[in-house]
C-alpha cells in the first residue's frame, strides 16, 4: 500500500480486512496494524449485523473483550463497515466504546444518502448522491429484502467513474 511509505512506522494502519486486496496487504506490512471487519473472525473490532429495518441496522461490536450494541443509521454490509471503521478510530483515539456507540447511533446520512422511505406500501430508498458500484449493489440487496408492495431505488449516476461510469451503472 503506497499509503504506509510517508507513514511513521509507530502510526497505526486501520484496516478492513473484509477486503481480500487489504487482507494480502496486511501481511506485507510493517506498521502496527488495528483490523476490523464483519467476515473475518480474526480481527481486533468485529462487527455483527443483529437487525435490520427502515431505520438501519441493528450492530454488534466485540473488540478487546468488550461488547457494545448499537444502531447504525445506515444499512446493510457496506454501512455497518462504515459504522466499524468509525468504531476502529475511536478505540485508535482512546475514546470511551459506549461513547463512540452512542456517537455512531446519532449519526445521520446527509440528504439523498442512505434514505429510505415507505408510504403506503411502496417503499423508496434514495442513494442518489453519488453512487459508487458497490453502493449500488448494496442499496439494490437491501431494498430487496425490505418489505414492500413495490420498490423504487433512486441511484446516482457515479461521476467519479470518468469514462467507466456507464458500464459501470449496468
Known amino acids: ?14 484496516l478492513n480486512v473484509d477486503d481480500d486486496l487489504l487482507q494480502r496487504a496486511c501481511e506485507r506490512i510493517s ?3 488495528i483490523t476490523y471487519g464483519l467476515d473475518s473472525p480474526w480481527v481486533d473490532v468485529q462487527g455483527r449485523i443483529l437487525s435490520q429495518n427502515l431505520q438501519g441496522s441493528e450492530l454488534e ?3 478487546y473483550g468488550k461488547k457494545e450494541r448499537l ?8 454501512g455497518a463497515r462504515n459504522a466499524l471503521a468509525a468504531f476502529t478510530v475511536g478505540i ?7 461513547a463512540i456507540a452512542r456517537c455512531i447511533s446519532a449519526f445521520r446520512p446527509a440528504l439523498h444518502s442512505q434514505s429510505v422511505l415507505s408510504f403506503e406500501g411502496v417503499t423508496v430508498l434514495d442513494d442518489n448522491d453519488s453512487s459508487s ?16 408492495r413495490r420498490r423504487v431505488a433512486v441511484l446516482g449516476e457515479m ?4 469514462e467507466t461510469a456507464e458500464n459501470a451503472r449496468r
Open 1 to 14: 500500500l503506497s499509503v504506509t511509505e510517508g507513514m511513521n512506522v509507530s502510526s497505526p494502519l486501520i
Open 31 to 33: 506498521q502496527e496494524k
Open 61 to 63: 461490536v466485540s473488540c
Open 71 to 78: 444502531q447504525v443509521p445506515l444499512w446493510g454490509k457496506l
Open 92 to 98: 485508535v483515539a482512546g475514546l470511551d466504546t459506549g
Open 133 to 148: 458500484p458497490e453502493s449500488m449493489r448494496e442499496a439494490l440487496r437491501y431494498l430487496e429484502q425490505l418489505p414492500a
Open 159 to 162: 461521476p467519479d467513474l470518468g
